[in-house]
């Protein structure tokens, strides 16, 4: 699957994206709201983690790569998450950090909850992160989303969680 915004191309990861996306995910400063940064095992997973989303939901986190050049920035897309216990659709992004503040983020962010809708029929989609992730939290708000939960995870801290319903988005989108 291949989705295009004005700026960027989204398509799907491949083990050939390994390098740029390490240097995103083993980035201290970009991973600063994780648990820590990932190794190169960890990339690996991540890689065959989105391949096998996308072999059995039709989505996962795709490559996110500038239109005009092709270079690889980031990941973006649509995941399964377990939130606040329950397993929901996900929009997640990274962004290496030489392209922050540019709205690429925002740009692919809607992109995929416009596939999430209108392609799987989701009837709401979350984003959720850090607390302290005013960046990502800022994103989900640009695209719509309002925050609905707040709680602690044992294993990444306390976390925000925003959505937006499809009827919102429908309204936002289409007057």
Sequence with gaps: MTIETPRLILREMTDE?????????SDSETMRFYPQPYDEAGV???????????????????AVTLKDTG??????GISLQPIHGEWLPEIGYHIHKAHWRQGYAS?????????????FGFPAVY????????????????????????????????????????????KQTKG
């Design 107 to 119: 740009e692919a962010a809607a992109a995929c909850i416009r596939l999430a809708f209108e392609r």
């Design 17 to 25: 994206d390994f390098s740029d996306l390490h240097a995103i995910l």
């Design 71 to 76: 270079d690889f920035i980031g990941d973006c």
């Design 44 to 62: 690996r997973r991540w890689i065959d983690w989105c391949k096998a989303s996308y072999a059995e939901h039709g989505f996962g986190l795709w």
């Design 127 to 170: 984003s959720y992160m850090n607390a302290e992730n005013e960046p990502s939290w800022r994103t989900a708000m640009k695209n719509g989303m309002t925050q609905v939960d707040a709680y602690t995870d044992p294993h990444h801290g306390a976390l925000r969680v925003f959505r937006i319903e499809r009827k919102t988005w429908d």
